[in-house]
């Protein structure tokens, strides 16, 4: 069979797919198909339904597209079955049922933006990073039971150098993931859809990854400065790590601040409390557990992201408040 033959189904929400969806298009598969989460309420009332990035890029290039509420729900089985698919490919997606996965003759396969099976769940890059991880890549299995379990098909590694933020990490993994997604499809092609696979190690499971909440995004000060310092680019720029700016003073209400880079300097704060704010020459430290951080970019509620020596021309002696 050739690739034009091969009758995909792609399913995907997040701008990370579409890397994935582009590539399978530009380079002529059969994409007979597209599902994605349903358009998302935004804006003050919720009045405005903004669709997802795979919808759009969709809709774009003539695609027709399925947004299902239930994935069981019978009259969107209907509509899958009737695009005849050969094959299913799904990136950052939800979890299926079987009667969607076991649907193609070839079955469903994943890319997954991580090593697995380390960091199953659903934010695999953004804890790679936090957890200080000098080695990420992306992972295509097939789809079972359970979440991000899986035959491994094949593997892509990425390095993630030092200073990288999860953006950096992000769109390296999303070109990388595009270009092993059609190498898979090419492989299920080649063996006529008996591609070669392997079971997962569970022992090899040494992290997950599950979704990321807003108090997930919440800096604890008493870590070492490298944890803190991980954690910051793990999370930036989005969602953002946050904190709260406390007055030393217990009357004065404590203000969110968002932190998106950090530096580390090796200078010892041990003996003084943590989140302790001092400023030198225009810029701005923390203490933590065991040296002061510096904190590089910033965003004050209700203000835009600055560097921490703009924030200082209007932040009064510092020294007066906590980083908690």
């Given at each position: 069979?050739?690739?034009?033959?091969?009758?995909?189904?792609?399913?995907?929400?997040p701008?990370?797919?579409?890397g994935?969806?582009q590539?399978?298009?530009?380079?002529?598969?059969?994409?007979?198909?597209?599902?994605?989460?349903?358009?998302k309420?935004?804006?003050?009332?919720g009045?405005v339904?903004?669709?997802?990035?795979?919808?759009?890029y969709?809709?774009?290039?003539?695609?027709p597209?399925?947004q299902?509420?239930?994935?069981?729900d019978?009259?969107?089985?209907?509509?899958?079955?009737?695009?005849n698919?050969?094959?299913?490919?799904?990136?950052?997606?939800?979890?299926?049922?079987?009667?969607?996965?076991?649907?193609?003759?070839?079955?469903?396969?994943?890319?997954?933006?991580?090593?697995?099976?380390?960091y199953?769940?659903?934010a695999?890059i953004?804890?790679?990073?936090?957890?200080?991880?000098?080695?990420?890549g992306?992972?295509?299995?097939?789809?079972?039971?359970?979440?991000?379990?899986?035959?491994?098909?094949?593997?892509?590694?990425?390095?993630?150098?030092?200073?990288?933020?999860?953006?950096y990490?992000?769109?390296?993994?999303?070109?990388?993931?595009?270009?092993?997604?059609?190498?898979?499809?090419?492989?299920?092609l080649?063996?006529?859809?008996n591609?070669?696979?392997?079971?997962?190690?569970?022992?090899?499971?040494?992290?997950?990854?599950?979704?990321?909440?807003?108090?997930?995004?919440?800096?604890?000060f008493?870590?070492?400065?490298?944890?803190?310092?991980?954690?910051?680019?793990?999370?930036?720029?989005?969602?953002?790590?946050?904190?709260?700016?406390?007055?030393?003073?217990?009357?004065?209400?404590?203000q969110?601040?968002?932190?998106?880079?950090?530096?580390?300097?090796?200078?010892?704060?041990?003996?003084?409390e943590?989140?302790?704010?001092?400023?030198?020459n225009?810029?701005?430290?923390?203490?933590?557990?065991?040296?002061w951080?510096?904190?590089?970019e910033?965003?004050?509620?209700?203000?835009?992201?600055?560097?921490?020596?703009?924030?200082?021309?209007?932040?009064?002696?510092p020294?007066?408040?906590?980083?908690?």
């Open positions: 069979m050739e690739k034009k033959n091969l009758r995909i189904v792609f399913m995907g929400t701008e990370f797919a579409v994935s969806l590539r399978l298009v530009e380079n002529g598969y059969n994409v007979v198909a597209v599902v994605t989460q349903p358009d309420p935004v804006g003050r009332h009045s339904l903004r669709p997802s990035p795979v919808k759009e969709a809709l774009a290039h003539g695609l597209v399925l299902p509420l239930k994935m069981k019978e009259q969107f089985l209907e509509q899958l079955r009737s695009y698919a050969d094959l299913q490919v799904v990136v950052a997606f939800r979890m299926l049922p079987e009667v969607v996965w076991a649907m193609p003759r070839f079955g469903t396969f994943n890319v997954h933006a991580a090593l697995l099976p380390d199953r769940g659903a695999p953004n804890w790679a990073v936090i957890n200080g991880e000098t080695l990420t992306v992972t295509t299995f097939f789809l079972d039971h359970d979440i991000d379990t899986g035959r491994i098909i094949a593997q892509r590694q990425f390095p993630i150098p030092d200073d990288a933020d999860v953006e990490v992000y769109d390296g993994l999303m070109q990388l993931g595009a270009q092993l997604c059609t190498d898979t499809v090419d492989l299920v080649s063996t006529d859809g591609a070669p696979s392997q079971p997962q190690k569970d022992s090899e499971a040494h992290h997950a990854a599950p979704k990321i909440f807003k108090e997930t995004c919440a800096i604890d008493s870590l070492t400065a490298k944890r803190i310092y991980d954690f910051v680019r793990g999370l930036s720029p989005v969602p953002g790590a946050w904190c709260l700016l406390t007055p030393r003073d217990a009357n004065a209400p404590a969110v601040l968002k932190v998106y880079k950090t530096a580390k300097t090796g200078e010892s704060s041990v003996g003084v943590v989140g302790t704010l001092k400023a030198e225009r810029r701005l430290f923390v203490a933590t557990a065991d040296e951080l510096e904190i590089l910033l965003q004050p509620a209700g203000k835009k992201r600055m560097a921490a020596r703009d924030y200082l021309n209007g932040f009064q002696h020294e007066h408040f906590l980083l908690k």
